[in-house]
Structures are given as structure tokens and as C-alpha cells.
């Protein structure tokens, strides 16, 4: 840990004495969440699974799993991807050691699955059994206009459970396979994205909790888990009273919240921010620091909702806000529980978090 060594890792020591709010990582490779921990990561607090799914040895079966016209397509797909996904999160628990992790389900824009090239159609057609017209046809009909706005997040789990159920069938059987091997039981936080209703997150719920069960009845174990959501549209925020009757966390996705509520594509934003920025329009560039007034103020009352429900409800942020020190600040004052950063940022997180914890004294 060079970069941590010396008077500044004193520094460090000092600021984790002070702070308040727990710092956490955004990492879905294990190379990254052993990086997040030498940087003083206490947890996952988002882990992307969609960017598993791009793997070059697995795209052909993701694309396969997405053009599949009916479930036993999309089942026959998901049971080779199962494996691989377990896999992944073994190795996740295992260097995270008994702390929490955060595990999205899958939230992929669809249209950057699908395949362009012939030879790509030619790949899915011969794993899937189909010719590469049909295939054609299927992937024309999932073309979206605005695929940020479109069928991904929960909207894929609900019309494709199969999809999450393979997930947290991954997630459980490998938690209990570390459980059995090292001893520390991981501690998974199952995350359901893109949510704005109460009735989205109870249906995925019980997909995520009857796997468990599944699970647990073939290992002769049980984990402890939590399922929660990520709030990153208004809807959410302003629901999160009854959301919060469901979910057991919430954690705000400022990216896709400050793009639903400002209306800006999170995309396209640096084109003209810069000029609002100068022109005193926003205080800052909201995709970097939380903007207070309109994204700030819809989170609080999510946090205050969602408390009113459930008290003990744990709340955390993973957008990239979440490791931008005035945004680290607004979290303080919210009385979020934690923060969540790329592993780079995670010193900064922990100091930023210490230094308002001291303002707030
Ligand atoms: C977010 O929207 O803030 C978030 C963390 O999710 P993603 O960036 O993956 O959409
Ligand atoms: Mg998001």
C-alpha cells in the first residue's frame, strides 16, 4: 500500500478515527476490489454485473440469452452463463472477506448486447440452434429509440425473471460455497435497479428470495442477505415510503437521478454544462457534484421516507458522486450510512468524509 505509507497514511489513520460515514467501493473484478481494500474499501457498494456479461467468451450466450424468442431459449442460455457467474462472485466474496457486498442484477441499455456484424448473428445462430434472418428479425424488434429510457433495469427482470433468478442463484451458491470453504460467510446485499414502484421491487423480491430458499435447501445452509434497491429515479424518491415497506436499502444512483431529474442525458451532458456552469445556471457540474437543490432535495426526501417506514433502513449512494468530496459532504448532512467510489477514489472518499464530519461537529 506505497500510497498510503508515510505521513499520509497517518493522515488516513486519523481521518477513519473521525469520520462517520463508511466508505465502500464500485468494483465487479476481483483485481479491483483487492485494489478497493488496500485503499481501505469496507465493502462492495455497487457491482455492475452487466459488465461481467461483456466478456468476450461470454457475449455469444448473453446475445443468445437476449434474442431468445421464449423462455426455454433464454433458460438454455442462462444455464451456461450460471457456472461463470458463480464463479464471479466465489472470487468477489473471497477477497472481500466477510465484508458487504452489494450486487446489482443485471441493468444493460439492451441495445449494447445485441450484435451488429454478420459474423456475430452467425455466432448466436449456431449456438442457439436458430438461422441468422430469425435472429435478424428479433433483434429489430428490441431496437430501442432511447435504450437509457427503455427496457433495462428491473424492466428486464420483470419481463424475464429467469434472467435475475440465475443471478441470484450465482450469488447464493457461491456464497455458500465460501461460506463452507474460509469460514467468513460473505454477506451479500442483492440490488435491484432502475425501481420507481413498490410493486417492481416485491415481485423481483421474491424472485431473488425463493432462489435463496432454492439454494439453501440443496447446500443444508443458509446466508444471510438483503435485498435493496438502487433510487435513481424521482418516482423512487417520492414512493420510497412504500418502496422502503420492501426493500432493505437503498442506495442512489446520482447518475441516473441527476439525468431523470434534470432531464439531461448523462451521456451527451459535458456538450453544454460547461457553459452553464460559467453562466451561473448550476453551481457546479451535476454529473461530478451533487446538485443540491434539485437532485439533494429529492434524495432527502427519499432518506426521510424511506426512514419513516423503516428505521433502520441502510442508506448508501453509488454514483459517481459518491466519491466527490462536496457530494461526500451532502451525504454527511443527509445522514446517509455510506458512500461508495471507484477504488482509486476511495482515499479521497475517506478523508472528504472525515473533513465533513469535523464541519459537522
Ligand atoms: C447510477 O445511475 O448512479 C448508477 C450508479 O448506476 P449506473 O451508473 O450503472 O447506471
Ligand atoms: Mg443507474
Given at each position: 500500500q506505497p500510497e498510503l505509507a508515510g505521513d499520509f497514511g497517518t493522515l488516513m489513520v486519523w481521518a477513519d478515527e473521525?469520520?462517520?460515514?463508511?466508505?465502500?467501493?464500485?468494483?465487479?473484478?476481483?483485481?479491483?476490489?483487492?485494489?478497493?481494500?488496500?485503499?481501505?474499501?469496507?465493502?462492495?457498494?455497487?457491482?455492475?454485473?452487466?459488465?461481467?456479461?461483456?466478456?468476450?467468451?461470454?457475449?455469444?450466450?448473453?446475445?443468445?440469452?437476449?434474442?431468445?424468442?421464449?423462455?426455454?431459449?433464454?433458460?438454455?442460455?442462462?444455464?451456461?452463463?450460471?457456472?461463470?457467474?458463480?464463479?464471479?462472485?466465489?472470487?468477489?466474496?473471497?477477497?472481500?472477506?466477510g465484508l458487504p457486498c452489494t450486487i446489482r442484477l443485471l441493468d444493460p441499455p439492451l441495445h449494447e448486447f445485441l450484435p451488429h456484424e454478420e459474423s456475430e448473428f452467425e455466432e448466436v445462430a449456431k449456438a442457439a440452434g436458430l438461422d441468422v434472418e430469425t435472429l435478424r428479425r428479433r433483434a429489430a424488434e428490441l431496437h430501442e429509440f432511447n435504450p437509457m429510457l427503455g427496457h433495462r433495469g428491473c424492466r428486464l427482470g420483470v419481463t424475464y425473471p429467469e434472467i435475475y433468478e440465475m443471478q441470484a442463484r450465482a450469488i447464493f451458491e457461491a456464497a455458500c460455497d465460501v461460506a463452507e470453504k474460509?469460514?467468513?460467510?460473505?454477506?451479500?446485499?442483492?440490488?435491484?435497479?432502475?425501481?420507481?414502484?413498490?410493486?417492481?421491487?416485491?415481485?423481483?423480491?421474491?424472485?431473488?428470495?425463493?432462489?435463496?430458499?432454492?439454494?439453501?435447501?440443496?447446500?443444508?445452509?443458509?446466508?444471510?442477505?438483503?435485498?435493496?434497491?438502487?433510487?435513481?429515479?424521482?418516482?423512487?424518491?417520492?414512493?420510497?415510503?412504500?418502496?422502503?415497506?420492501?426493500?432493505?436499502?437503498?442506495?442512489?444512483?446520482?447518475?441516473?437521478?441527476?439525468?431523470t431529474t434534470l432531464g439531461v442525458s448523462r451521456d451527451d451532458a459535458g456538450r453544454f454544462l460547461t457553459t452553464y456552469v460559467e453562466k451561473g445556471i448550476y453551481a457546479r457540474d451535476p454529473f461530478v457534484s451533487i446538485d443540491v437543490e434539485g437532485v439533494g432535495e429529492l434524495i432527502g426526501i427519499a432518506a426521510e421516507r424511506g426512514r419513516a417506514t423503516r428505521p433502520d433502513i441502510k442508506l448508501g449512494i453509488c454514483g459517481e458522486h459518491g466519491g466527490d468530496p462536496a457530494s461526500i459532504a451532502f451525504c454527511e448532512a443527509t445522514g446517509l450510512d455510506y458512500v461508495s467510489a471507484s477504488p482509486y477514489r476511495v482515499p479521497i472518499a475517506r478523508l472528504a468524509a472525515a473533513q465533513a464530519a469535523l464541519r459537522a461537529r
Amino acid at each position: 500500500q506505497p500510497e498510503l505509507a508515510g505521513d499520509f497514511g497517518t493522515l488516513m489513520v486519523w481521518a477513519d478515527e473521525v469520520r462517520r460515514l463508511k466508505v465502500r467501493t464500485n468494483a465487479e473484478t476481483p483485481l479491483d476490489c483487492r485494489t478497493a481494500r488496500e485503499f481501505g474499501a469496507e465493502g462492495i457498494g455497487l457491482c455492475r454485473t452487466e459488465h461481467m456479461f461483456f466478456d468476450a467468451a461470454r457475449i455469444t450466450a448473453v446475445r443468445q440469452m437476449i434474442l431468445a424468442s421464449d423462455e426455454a431459449g433464454r433458460r438454455a442460455a442462462l444455464d451456461k452463463l450460471l457456472p461463470e457467474q458463480r464463479a464471479d462472485f466465489t472470487e468477489i466474496f473471497e477477497v472481500m472477506a466477510g465484508l458487504p457486498c452489494t450486487i446489482r442484477l443485471l441493468d444493460p441499455p439492451l441495445h449494447e448486447f445485441l450484435p451488429h456484424e454478420e459474423s456475430e448473428f452467425e455466432e448466436v445462430a449456431k449456438a442457439a440452434g436458430l438461422d441468422v434472418e430469425t435472429l435478424r428479425r428479433r433483434a429489430a424488434e428490441l431496437h430501442e429509440f432511447n435504450p437509457m429510457l427503455g427496457h433495462r433495469g428491473c424492466r428486464l427482470g420483470v419481463t424475464y425473471p429467469e434472467i435475475y433468478e440465475m443471478q441470484a442463484r450465482a450469488i447464493f451458491e457461491a456464497a455458500c460455497d465460501v461460506a463452507e470453504k474460509s469460514g467468513a460467510a460473505p454477506v451479500p446485499e442483492v440490488m435491484i435497479p432502475l425501481v420507481g414502484t413498490r410493486r417492481e421491487l416485491e415481485l423481483m423480491k421474491n424472485v431473488v428470495d425463493r432462489a435463496a430458499q432454492a439454494v439453501f435447501a440443496d447446500k443444508g445452509r443458509t446466508i444471510d442477505y438483503l435485498v435493496g434497491t438502487m433510487i435513481e429515479l424521482p418516482r423512487a424518491c417520492l414512493r420510497a415510503g412504500e418502496i422502503a415497506e420492501v426493500g432493505e436499502f437503498f442506495s442512489f444512483g446520482t447518475n441516473d437521478l441527476t439525468q431523470t431529474t434534470l432531464g439531461v442525458s448523462r451521456d451527451d451532458a459535458g456538450r453544454f454544462l460547461t457553459t452553464y456552469v460559467e453562466k451561473g445556471i448550476y453551481a457546479r457540474d451535476p454529473f461530478v457534484s451533487i446538485d443540491v437543490e434539485g437532485v439533494g432535495e429529492l434524495i432527502g426526501i427519499a432518506a426521510e421516507r424511506g426512514r419513516a417506514t423503516r428505521p433502520d433502513i441502510k442508506l448508501g449512494i453509488c454514483g459517481e458522486h459518491g466519491g466527490d468530496p462536496a457530494s461526500i459532504a451532502f451525504c454527511e448532512a443527509t445522514g446517509l450510512d455510506y458512500v461508495s467510489a471507484s477504488p482509486y477514489r476511495v482515499p479521497i472518499a475517506r478523508l472528504a468524509a472525515a473533513q465533513a464530519a469535523l464541519r459537522a461537529r
